[in-house]
């Protein structure tokens, strides 16, 4: 039972071009949303986060957008480096005062590569 | 600010042996989360520790087993390894549970 997709297992982009990365989910308890990067030989670095009460959640380069009727998501990287070559998770998580809080629960990510 | 630590970084095992696995958590984090991520796919939660206490469990079976100590640092046992068990084992510490999770580097375990 995969709660959390990755559909996509590679993308490939120019340098300073836009790198979107998606995500979708079916559990509808879900109502936080997290990406990690992960490089080779380390463990996932959080990246940025949303929460279920908003829409979109900006930090420098990236973006996150959360369509909650879609249940879906995206990860938009402006411009695009080759140093941001990397797998990318998708996490989820349900709300504070659920019995899963604070669980995460992986997509099995996507290999973006950035070529200069 | 001292990050997640793990060790061993690499450990080679045999079928039906035990195993134990170390973290420390990220300094002023109460909260150990522990993942196992297969080869291709996502990290897969295994259990998580909350002062001492395990605080849920994903679908692993009993022979996965933890602990967490005063210091907040944690152990993964696993008993009757298996061949499957073969996997990137990821620790992860946050403050009260909550959903920011800073990972390690992981353990590479390898079950011959």
């Known amino acids: 039972d995969q709660q959390v997709k990755q559909n996509s297992p590679s993308l490939s982009v120019q340098e300073g071009r836009i790198s979107i990365l998606n995500c979708d989910y079916t559990n509808s308890m879900f109502d936080y949303f997290l990406w990690y990067k992960k490089y080779p030989a380390e463990g996932p670095t959080f990246l940025i986060s949303?929460?279920?009460?908003?829409d979109k959640n900006e930090d420098g380069r990236f973006t996150v957008f959360l369509n909650k009727s879609a249940k879906h998501l995206s990860l938009h990287i402006v411009p695009s480096q080759p140093g941001d070559s990397a797998v990318y998770f998708c996490a989820a998580s349900v709300g504070p005062g659920g019995t899963s809080y604070g669980k995460l629960t992986f997509g099995q990510g996507t290999i973006l590569t950035v070529h200069p | 600010e001292t990050g997640v630590t793990q060790s061993p970084t690499h450990l080679i095992k045999t079928r039906g042996q035990q195993v134990t696995l170390r973290c420390s958590s990220q300094?002023?984090?109460?909260?150990v989360s522990w993942y196992q991520q297969a080869l291709g796919q996502g990290p897969q939660f295994i259990f998580q520790?909350?002062?001492?206490?395990?605080?849920g469990r994903g679908n692993f079976p009993p022979r996965f087993s933890g602990l967490q100590f005063p210091n907040y640092s944690s152990e993964l046992n696993v008993n009757a390894l298996e061949l499957d068990d073969s996997a990137l084992y990821l620790c992860a510490s946050s403050l009260d549970g909550s959903h920011e999770q800073y990972f390690g580097p992981g353990t590479r375990l390898t079950v011959t």
């Open positions: 949303i929460s279920s009460i908003k």
């Open positions: 300094s002023g984090h109460n909260t």
């Open positions: 520790y909350y002062r001492e206490e395990e605080n």
